[in-house]
């Protein structure tokens, strides 16, 4: 039997961790199944599920830690020698670029994410899920944020995607419980005796019930990061990571320009190959036009399609260059067909959506980045280049709120102007705002 070495303080968390799940949510839970029975029907009772999702965990929870506490090997860290580092010991760590010094005690698994001041034995490279709906502008955020972080320490990537059965799908997010999620959906959480990844990062309101549960199921094995607003208390998930114009503060939120993205110069460079033969030899200035569309804030009538047309054909023709265009999925038809058949006699390219997606190539040979107002993603995206960025008005439905916030945030950085028809030339530092999020997720981690 392969022993579990802990600290005596280590026994006694766990030892009261068995004991709450014994006497007090055990029966909590059976309770709420047997009311929740009471109810009738129980193929679509959200009560009933979740009360038995939680049970199973809490059971799961009570096998694991009477499991560990049946292998534990009790350390006496008051009598290990000083002068070598070994488990319970306490080391002082000196970061030799700043002198900052850290004190840490080499703990096991279960104790890491205890206290402050701890390191694990035996630690391998970081294990992330990146946990989302699928759509792609949802699933490049937390996936750009994992990346970043892989960027920093070795880690693993496992991407999840999820959808919840129509008859639970209306339900609060309080009330959803990891039972309810379609068959269309690739993620389960760990039950007993599996491995929880060390880092979680979800994005979406799909993933929330998931993310709530993950991060009380995991018993804090799991560091679990938010992106995007939850429009909940940021205290329930261990670090949240949201647009600074969504306006949401907390000592556990991370705010950035924009969104996290996975834009980096590296793959830029890495996509422009593949498309090298196609976009390499367009006449310069080469310009991009990133086109959003219909959303709860703007539109893109037919008309102003037009408009935005004209002035696009205009600028690019003006200065003898070549255009590359993409449109989003909320992209009208009939404001896209216009825009496609007055530019498209322009030397360039205009994606049809088939085939690779040409994104990462355009942008790492234009020269010039046009981007509407209605896309904070697409935005951060062309900011974290550093070239010219020119925003196209789009048709206001109500005011911009947020939107508006962000533009003059780009503006005050200088990655930013409205476009008037001029393809103007500037310098900028650009965006680094994923991997600044990605550090201080890593900060956050080392910190719990």
């Not at 280049?385 to 005050?412: S, W, Y």
Request: glycine share 8%.
């Amino acid at each position: 039997m392969e022993k579990v070495p802990m600290t005596s303080e280590g026994y006694r968390t766990l030892d009261a961790q068995l004991k709450q799940l014994k006497s007090v949510e055990r029966p909590s839970v059976i309770a709420a199944i047997s009311e929740a029975r009471e109810h009738g029907d129980l193929s679509e009772n959200a009560e009933y599920h979740a009360a038995k999702e939680r049970q199973g965990w809490i059971e799961g929870q009570i096998a694991e830690i009477e499991d560990k506490i049946s292998r534990a090997q009790v350390i006496d860290v008051s009598k290990l020698d000083g002068d070598q580092v070994k488990f319970g010991a306490t080391v002082t760590v000196v970061d030799e670029d700043t002198e900052e010094e850290g004190r840490y005690q080499i703990v096991g698994e279960h104790e890491l994410r205890n206290p402050q001041g701890r390191v694990e034995v035996g630690a391998g490279p970081l294990s992330i899920r990146v946990v989302t709906d699928g759509r792609a502008g949802i699933e490049n955020q937390a996936l750009g944020l994992a990346e970043a972080v892989a960027r920093l320490t070795p880690a693993t990537i496992d991407v999840r995607r999820v959808q919840w059965r129509p008859a639970f799908d209306w339900l609060p997010v309080a009330l959803k419980a990891p039972g309810m999620l379609d068959a269309s959906s690739n993620l389960s959480l760990p039950k007993h005796g599996e491995p929880w990844p060390d880092l979680w990062i979800a994005a979406g309101r799909a993933s929330l019930p998931l993310s709530l549960a993950a991060r009380k199921r995991s018993g804090g094995r799991t560091f679990v990061v938010q992106v995007q607003d939850p429009r909940m208390d940021p205290d329930r998930f261990d670090q949240v990571v949201a647009p600074a114009h969504d306006g949401l503060t907390g000592p556990n939120v991370v705010s950035v320009t924009g969104s996290p993205h996975r834009i980096t110069a590296e793959a830029l460079g890495e996509a422009g190959p593949a498309f090298a033969a196609l976009l390499g030899p367009l006449p310069r200035p080469r310009v991009a036009a990133l086109i959003g569309g219909r959303s709860r804030v703007f539109d893109l009538t037919a008309d102003h399609a037009v408009v935005l047309a004209n002035r696009i054909a205009g600028a690019v023709e003006g200065a003898g260059g070549s255009l590359m265009l993409t449109f989003s999925r909320r992209t009208p038809e009939a404001a896209e067909r216009v825009m496609r058949d007055r530019l498209c006699g322009i030397p360039g390219l205009i994606w049809d959506g088939e085939g690779a997606n040409p994104l990462f190539a355009i942008l790492h040979f234009a020269d010039h980045i046009l981007v509407t107002e209605d896309s904070a993603n697409m935005a951060a995206e062309a900011a974290s280049t550093g070239k010219p960025v020119h925003i196209l008005p789009m048709v206001a439905l109500r005011p911009p709120g947020k939107f508006a916030r962000l533009h003059a945030d780009l503006r005050e950085r200088g990655a930013s102007r409205p476009f008037d028809g001029r393809l103007e030339t500037w310098t900028y530092e650009p965006l680094a705002e994923t991997a600044r999020a990605a550090r201080a997720v890593l900060q956050a981690m080392t910190q719990t």
